[in-house]
């Protein structure tokens, strides 16, 4: 079942494809998209590198399609913290709001507000719950959840040998995305791999939460090593406490293995040094390019966002699958042997 993350020459063709497309003129019309859209692009926190460059392919769409397109939102990547800016959204009469929702449920009344107040609301990278999906037009995802989730246990299934007991250093328990990739972690590990257990016995009951924080996340790294000594592995399924755990794991010269989600460039430091041996992740470039696609497209009603219709971002064209889902296409793995040409692009 499981497939392999993708090629490097995969990753250079996507990344090959948006240069191509972002020398065309800025301000010049794309064919069923208005010009002159007043658009947000909101983060789960604005001070995560990864949305960063999340944020960088979205101005690259902004350019081409001639929208004005601000990054904005909170420090702190929580639920309560992003209602304040989608409320000043709002007020300040956006068209569309493309947003990571760090909180799958305490968002949607504002969201929900927002479409009331006409905005046209697009979620990415992490949604809002599925019972919630009618808050946003279409939600555009990495990949599959099982594909993500699963992989990592493959990750670290190999860092181990296959054998010991495993624990997950998440975001925040609000965040649809990890959640997702860790009820996927949780039967996959059980079954796959008979000489490996989760620290808690099941995966819920051994995910540590450091929110998106360094800080945090490095506390929780020194709270998973002192309640299991004897912990063989650690998932960071977010970008944010990946790092923080090799940072720590180096600095405290720890044996455990740390595989999860992890930004190249800035884990680059710490495969080189073999203080990782592999983390994976996706082009996050290109997911905030074609989120504001599928957002200014809903916005000027050439694409509805209803499952079975399709959109066009640069040269690809994306589908909405089941739960009003469009996703970008295969992830990417990191390892010695490919970590200095990715750690270049994002
Ligand atoms: C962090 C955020 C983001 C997630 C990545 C992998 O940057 O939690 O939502 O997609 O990690």
């Known amino acids: 079942m499981q497939k392999k993350f993708a090629s490097v020459a995969a990753a250079v063709a996507i990344v090959g494809a948006l240069v191509a497309s972002s020398v065309a003129p800025a301000n010049a019309a794309v064919p069923g998209i208005k010009t002159g859209l007043k658009i947000a692009i909101m983060p789960k926190a604005v001070n995560i590198g990864y949305f960063t460059a999340w944020n960088k392919g979205a101005q690259t769409a902004c350019k081409e399609i001639g929208a004005k397109c601000t990054y904005v939102g909170p420090t702190e990547a929580t639920g309560p913290a992003q209602v304040q800016f989608i409320n000043k959204i709002i007020q300040q009469k956006y068209d569309v709001l493309v947003i990571s929702a760090a909180d799958q449920n305490a968002i949607v009344p504002s969201l929900r507000k927002a479409k009331a107040a006409g905005i046209t609301v697009v979620t990415s990278d992490a949604d809002v719950a599925a019972a919630s999906a009618s808050a946003r037009v279409v939600s555009v995802l990495p990949a599959a959840s099982a594909r993500i989730g699963t992989a990592e246990v ?183 042997a490919n970590i200095a040409t990715f750690k270049k692009i994002y």
């Open 154 to 336: 493959d990750w670290i299934a190999e860092a181990v040998g296959k054998k010991g007991s495993i624990a997950v250093l998440s975001a925040a328990a609000t965040a649809a995305n990890q959640n997702a990739w860790i009820a996927a972690m949780g039967p996959y590990l059980t079954s796959k791999y008979p000489d490996m257990k989760w620290v808690g016995g099941t995966v819920d009951k051994s995910v540590f939460y450091g929110d998106d924080d360094a800080t945090k996340s490095t506390a929780q790294f020194a709270a998973i090593l002192s309640q299991y000594p004897d912990v063989a592995g650690i998932i960071s399924p977010t970008t944010v406490g990946v790092l923080a755990a090799a940072i720590e794991k180096k600095a405290k010269n720890a044996k455990v293995k740390v595989t999860g989600l992890g930004l190249p460039s800035q884990m680059a430091p710490y495969i080189e040094d073999g203080t990782v041996e592999k983390v994976g992740l996706w082009n996050p470039i290109d997911l905030g390019y074609v989120a504001v696609y599928a957002a200014a497209r809903a916005k000027s009603k050439s694409f509805t966002g209803k499952v079975g219709s399709s959109f066009k971002a640069g040269k690809k064209t994306y589908k909405v699958t089941a739960g009003g889902i469009a996703y970008l296409g295969d992830p990417f793995t990191f390892t010695k």
